[in-house]
T-cell receptor, first 118, second 111 residues
């Protein structure tokens, strides 16, 4: 399957700082990437769809000015959590579309970034 | 109504048992279906696609019932390493690249 990487894997920061998370497709080009957030013992929640060369599409209830997404190339999307607060502490996961075994498209996930805001 | 609904469990089964999970979806025009596995504190990983004709991969069998709008996953001869959360995923027609995830079903295989 396709390989997606994320960096960093762990972030601990003080309240009020901004945190940037990178998502890279390593062996394929991804015109579309997705950003999810997952709180403990809850399901994945789609935050936004990142489109290469254009503005991201945010899900209802997700503040675009707080969660800045940049998809400047076909292999890299970044999510910046601006002025992070403790309630932003979560597991942030990106994904990109790739081909499954039967050549149907599916999503491949990065390893995730754990953010802890103190 | 949610796009995808799953029984959250938890399912606690002994080693060697057979366990089945079901998932229902609301959009009858959905065209792609998958099961993902998510281990604790890890990202989801694709387990298998689900085809109309049903498909099998070792101990795992996936089936799709379009008339009733549900998909299933059967695990035979459960191993301790099968303990995880299993996510049902649907890509509805017209949703573009967007996929809809169920909340997941938790499985614990007990020695």
């Amino acid at each position: 399957g396709a390989v997606v990487s994320q960096h960093p894997s762990w972030v601990i920061c003080k309240s009020g700082t901004s945190v940037k998370i990178e998502c890279r497709s390593l062996d394929f080009q991804a015109t579309t990437m997705f950003w999810y957030r997952q709180f403990p013992k809850q399901s994945l929640m789609l935050m936004a769809t990142s489109n290469e060369g254009s503005k991201a599409t945010y899900e209802q209830g997700v503040e675009k000015d707080k969660f800045l997404i940049n998809h400047a190339s076909l292999t890299l999307s970044t999510l910046t959590v601006t002025s992070a607060h403790p309630e932003d502490s979560s597991f942030y996961i990106c994904s990109a579309n790739g081909l499954a075994g039967g050549l149907e498209e599916t999503q491949y996930f990065g390893p995730g970034t754990r953010l802890l805001v103190l | 109504r949610k796009e995808v609904e799953q029984d959250p469990g938890p399912f606690n089964v002994p080693e060697g048992a057979t366990v089945a999970f079901n998932c229902t979806y609301s959009n009858s025009a959905s065209q792609s279906f998958f099961w993902y596995r998510q281990d604790c504190r890890k990202e989801p990983k694709l387990l298998m696609s689900v085809y109309s004709s049903g498909n099998e991969d070792g101990r795992f069998t996936a089936q799709l019932n379009r008339a009733s709008q549900y998909i299933s996953l059967l695990i035979r001869d459960s191993k301790l390493s099968d303990s995880a959360t299993y996510l049902c995923v649907v890509n509805p027609l017209g949703s573009g690249n967007q996929f809809y995830f169920g909340t997941g079903t938790s499985l614990t295989v007990i020695p």
